[in-house]
C-alpha cells in the first residue's frame, strides 16, 4: 500500500514539473502598438519585486488605474482587464474586470476601477508572480505587465492546500524509500537505485520552494524552482547511486544451513547427502574411548569405498585428535561384490 501511494506521489511530483516546464508564464515586454502603466493602490505594477511586492489585502478593495497609449496608427478597442498569481505555471487567483474602451491613434487613456478582493483570503497565500494584462473583444493580448504579489491569504487557501499535498506526497515517498533501504529491498542496480531517490528529492525541492513562498522569503519563479528542484534530485540520485549494495538474503541462508562440522564432530552425529552422497561420520571422544590407544598416538585403517574401489584410511587416536572418517555407503550389488 505504501509502495503504490509512493508511486502516485512522484507521478504527481513529475506531473507538476512538467506543468512548470511548460505552463509557466514569462515576464513579457511590451511589444506592438499599445504601451501601458498601472497602480494598484499607488504602488506601481511594473517595478514591484521581491523585497517590495505588490500587497493584496483579503476582505478589503483594491484601487486599479491602468494608463494606455495608443502608439499605432489604427483604433484599439479594449474590453477586460486581468490580474493574476501564478506559481509554477498554475494559477491560484485571478480577477478580470469588463471594460469598454476605444482609444484613438496617438491617443492616451486611463482606467479606474475597483476590485473586490473578499475571496482572495480562500485562493492564496505568500508570494507569487503576477500579471496584469489587457485584452481586446477577440480576446488578443494587447499589453501585459508582470509584477510580484503579496497575497494575505490563508494557509488553508488552494495554494497553501496544493503545499500540503505536496509536503504528504513528498513525506510518503521517502517514507518508503527509507523503509526499502531498512529491509535491503532495494534493486541490485545502482542506477535502479538512484532512480528510486530521484522522486522524493524532486519532492523535497517543490516543498522548499513552496515554504519559502509561504514564509515569504522568495518568489517561487520557474528558474529558482529549477534551481532548488535540481539541486536537491541530483543530491538524492547521488545518495541512491552510492549507497551500499543489498546483501542477497539467499546466499546468507546458504551459508546457515551448512552445519557446524566441530558441532556434528562432538555430538557423534550423522550427516547424510542422499543415496549417491558420501556419508560422513563423525567419531566423538566417548568412541574413541573404546578404541585401543596407547601412549603414544594409535593409528588404525578404516576402509574407504568410493566408486566400487576400497581405499583405506587412517584413522588417529589419541591425545586431543580427533579425524573424521568418510564412507561411501555400498549398494546391494556391490555389497555382493
Known amino acids: 500500500m505504501t509502495r503504490t501511494i509512493a508511486m502516485v506521489a512522484m507521478v504527481a511530483m513529475v506531473a507538476m514539473a512538467v506543468c512548470a516546464l511548460f505552463g509557466a508564464g514569462t515576464a513579457t515586454a511590451q511589444t506592438g502598438a499599445v504601451t501601458m502603466s498601472a497602480k494598484v493602490n499607488d504602488?506601481?505594477?511594473?517595478?514591484?519585486?521581491?523585497?517590495?511586492?505588490?500587497?493584496?489585502?483579503?476582505?478589503?478593495?483594491?484601487?486599479?488605474?491602468?494608463?494606455?497609449?495608443?502608439?499605432?496608427?489604427?483604433?484599439?478597442?479594449?474590453?477586460?482587464?486581468?490580474?493574476?498569481?501564478?506559481?509554477?505555471?498554475?494559477?491560484?487567483?485571478?480577477?478580470?474586470?469588463?471594460?469598454?474602451?476605444?482609444?484613438?491613434?496617438?491617443?492616451?487613456?486611463?482606467?479606474?476601477?475597483?476590485?473586490?478582493?473578499?475571496?482572495?483570503?480562500?485562493?492564496?497565500?505568500?508570494?507569487?508572480?503576477?500579471?496584469?494584462?489587457?485584452?481586446?473583444?477577440?480576446?488578443?493580448?494587447?499589453?501585459?505587465?508582470?509584477?510580484?504579489?503579496?497575497?494575505?491569504?490563508?494557509?488553508?487557501?488552494?495554494?497553501?492546500?496544493?503545499?500540503?499535498?505536496?509536503?504528504?506526497?513528498?513525506?510518503?515517498?521517502?517514507?518508503?524509500?527509507?523503509?526499502?533501504?531498512?529491509?535491503?529491498?532495494?534493486?541490485?542496480?545502482?542506477?535502479?537505485?538512484?532512480?528510486?531517490?530521484?522522486?522524493?528529492?524532486?519532492?523535497?525541492?517543490?516543498?522548499l520552494v513552496f515554504s519559502a513562498s509561504v514564509a515569504r522569503l522568495w518568489v517561487p519563479d520557474l528558474g529558482l524552482w529549477l534551481v532548488v528542484a535540481g539541486l536537491t534530485a541530483a543530491v538524492s540520485f547521488a545518495l541512491g547511486y552510492f549507497s551500499p549494495t543489498p546483501v542477497d538474503d539467499d546466499d546468507d541462508d546458504d551459508f546457515d544451513d551448512e552445519p557446524d562440522d566441530q558441532a556434528l564432530a562432538g555430538s557423534g552425529q550423522t550427516f547424510n547427502g542422499g543415496d549417491d552422497a558420501t556419508e560422513v561420520l563423525f567419531a566423538s571422544d566417548a568412541t574413541m574411548a573404546h578404541m585401543p590407544a596407547s601412549t603414544e598416538a594409535e593409528t588404525t585403517h578404516v576402509p574407504i569405498t568410493s566408486g566400487g574401489d576400497t581405499t583405506r584410511a587412517p584413522l588417529i587416536s589419541g591425545g586431543d585428535i580427533t579425524q573424521v572418517t568418510r564412507v561411501r555407503p555400498q549398494s546391494d550389488d556391490e555389497g555382493g561384490r
Open 43 to 207: 504602488q506601481d505594477v511594473a517595478t514591484a519585486n521581491g523585497s517590495e511586492p505588490l500587497r493584496l489585502e483579503p476582505d478589503g478593495w483594491a484601487d486599479v488605474a491602468v494608463k494606455l497609449t495608443n502608439n499605432g496608427a489604427e483604433a484599439v478597442d479594449l474590453r477586460r482587464v486581468n490580474l493574476s498569481g501564478r506559481v509554477l505555471g498554475l494559477t491560484f487567483f485571478s480577477y478580470a474586470t469588463t471594460v469598454d474602451l476605444t482609444i484613438a491613434p496617438g491617443a492616451t487613456d486611463t482606467l479606474r476601477y475597483r476590485l473586490d478582493l473578499t475571496d482572495l483570503d480562500g485562493q492564496a497565500t505568500g508570494l507569487m508572480g503576477g500579471n496584469l494584462l489587457v485584452t481586446d473583444a477577440n480576446r488578443t493580448t494587447v499589453a501585459e505587465l508582470s509584477t510580484v504579489t503579496d497575497v494575505r491569504g490563508s494557509l488553508m487557501s488552494v495554494y497553501g492546500l496544493f503545499g500540503i499535498a505536496i509536503a504528504v506526497l513528498t513525506a510518503l515517498a521517502v517514507l518508503d524509500t527509507a523503509l526499502a533501504l531498512a529491509k535491503n529491498r532495494l534493486s541490485m542496480n545502482r542506477w535502479q537505485r538512484g532512480l528510486r531517490f530521484l522522486g522524493p528529492g524532486v519532492g523535497i525541492g517543490l516543498v
